[in-house]
């Protein structure tokens, strides 16, 4: 079966699940091709939905956990997001489809940050490739830190486990109105996952689901 088939048939999966909803998470599921975000070895089970090996021991999300993520954060075309984990720069892909489609008059972008120069290096190429690489930055640093000079995010996304106690930099560049999706909780078992919003400078918090990640690593990290 082709890539192509593959990916609408776990495209209807998910919508009979009960999972994917949202129209524009689905046009973005159907458009970007996730065999092309990983590597040779596993690129048989590009359209599993299942998480997948990537290098430096870090794992490309389960294609649900993508679309949950994607539907928590609300996101829409115009949107500024900051993400925190790169890792093979598939999520950032499938959220430029939403916030900065091809021919949109008002496109946003997705500032994507990185920790570990191998990954964003491959992520670069991986997006380059597939035509995202106008809509993504990608920087190597510390997303604990969030990212200053762009702030503040509508929308921020964190794709690595952080401790219980969210790193404040990420509420501060959050903007007024804005969601924030992460998952928290222990470094390796029992972590959920959090939609954060921002009224008033009020911050709200609320759990969703259970969920395993890679953990978050730097200042406000593990
Ligand atoms: N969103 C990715 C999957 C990310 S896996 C995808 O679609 O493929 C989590 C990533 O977070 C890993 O690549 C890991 O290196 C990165 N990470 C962990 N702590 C980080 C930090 N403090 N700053 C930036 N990246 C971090």
């Known amino acids: 079966m082709s890539f192509e088939k593959k990916r609408e048939k776990l495209v209807e999966n998910l919508k009979e699940r009960n999972i994917l909803k949202d129209e524009k998470v689905i046009d973005a599921m159907l458009n970007?091709?996730?065999?092309?975000?990983?590597?040779?070895e596993v690129k048989n089970q590009a359209y599993v939905d299942?998480?997948?090996?990537?290098?430096?021991?870090?794992?490309?999300?389960?294609?649900?956990?993508?679309?949950?993520?994607?539907q928590i954060l609300e996101l829409k075309e115009g949107d500024k997001l900051l993400e925190v984990g790169t890792g093979s720069g598939y999520h950032a892909a499938l959220c430029a489809e939403i916030i900065a489609p091809k021919d949109s008059n008002?496109?946003?972008?997705?500032?994507?940050?990185?920790?570990?120069?191998?990954?964003?290096?491959k992520a670069r190429k991986n997006l380059k490739k597939t035509g995202y690489e106008e809509r993504i930055t990608v920087i190597v640093a510390d997303g604990t830190?969030?990212?200053?000079?762009?702030?503040?995010?509508?929308?921020?996304?964190?794709?690595?486990?952080?401790?219980?106690?969210?790193?404040?930099?990420?509420?501060?560049?959050?903007?007024?109105?804005?969601?924030?999706?992460?998952?928290?909780?222990?470094?390796?078992?029992?972590?959920?996952?959090?939609?954060?919003?921002?009224?008033?400078?009020?911050?709200?918090?609320?759990?969703?689901?259970?969920?395993?990640?890679?953990?978050?690593?730097g200042k406000y990290g593990f």
Request: charged share 25%; with cysteine.
């Open 32 to 40: 970007v091709p996730r065999e092309k975000f990983i590597p040779e």
């Open 50 to 70: 299942t998480p997948l090996a990537i290098g430096s021991e870090q794992t490309i999300s389960a294609p649900h956990m993508n679309v949950m993520m994607c």
């Open 106 to 121: 008002n496109p946003g972008h997705i500032y994507t940050i990185e920790r570990h120069d191998y990954l964003a290096e």
């Open 145 to 217: 830190l969030g990212y200053e000079k762009y702030a503040p995010y509508d929308k921020i996304l964190v794709t690595a486990a952080s401790p219980d106690k969210i790193p404040p930099p990420l509420t501060e560049q959050l903007k007024e109105g804005g969601i924030l999706c992460i998952p928290a909780g222990s470094k390796k078992f029992s972590q959920s996952l959090y939609k954060i919003t921002k009224k008033e400078g009020k911050i709200k918090k609320k759990r969703i689901t259970g969920v395993r990640f890679v953990p978050l690593l």
